[in-house]
């Protein structure tokens, strides 16, 4: 199965990224390439995307280290982030898994823009930004 990876170092503590990435109603605020969520069950939700709509259907998590997604009807089979601090930096690298080799080079387009707009997001909190007042 093909993956990509994408890396970011942003300028920030783990635990803030960590609980960015798991909180859902945050990611419509700063990733740029989704549109809406929305919860269907415990531990499931249907993400709108630019890349396509998807069901998540399994979520993994270990605080501070890593987040992973699997997904049910979207060309991506699962992604996740990886997160690893060398103070005062973190590191965090994007992955995705998937079937259809031809849609490589979109996901790679869609990781960089995702890790850019976490990125960004997080620099304007860092520097007291509110994020009710956030637009991506």
């Known amino acids: 199965m093909p993956k990509i990876a994408r890396n970011i170092d942003i300028k920030t503590n783990l635990e803030k990224i960590y609980n960015i990435l798991i909180d859902g109603e945050q990611t419509v605020k700063?990733?740029?390439i989704v549109n809406e969520i929305t919860l269907l069950e415990e531990q499931k939700y249907l993400l709108k995307s630019t890349i396509g709509d998807m069901t998540i259907n399994k979520i993994?998590?270990?605080k501070d280290?890593?987040?992973k997604w699997?997904?049910?009807q979207s060309d991506l089979n699962?992604?996740?982030y990886i997160l690893e601090e060398k103070l005062p930096i973190s590191k965090v690298e994007l992955w995705v898994e998937f079937e259809n080799k031809t849609l490589k080079k979109?996901?790679?387009e869609a990781a960089d823009l995702t890790l850019e707009g976490?990125?960004?997001y997080v620099?304007?909190?860092e520097t007291g930004g509110n994020i009710k007042e956030y637009d991506k």
Do not use: A, T
């Open 123 to 125: 620099e304007f909190i």
């Open 70 to 72: 699997r997904m049910e």
């Open 30 to 32: 700063w990733n740029p």
């Open 65 to 67: 280290v890593y987040v």
């Open 60 to 62: 993994e998590k270990v």
């Open 78 to 80: 699962s992604m996740g």
């Open 106 to 108: 979109k996901f790679k």
């Open 118 to 120: 976490l990125k960004k």
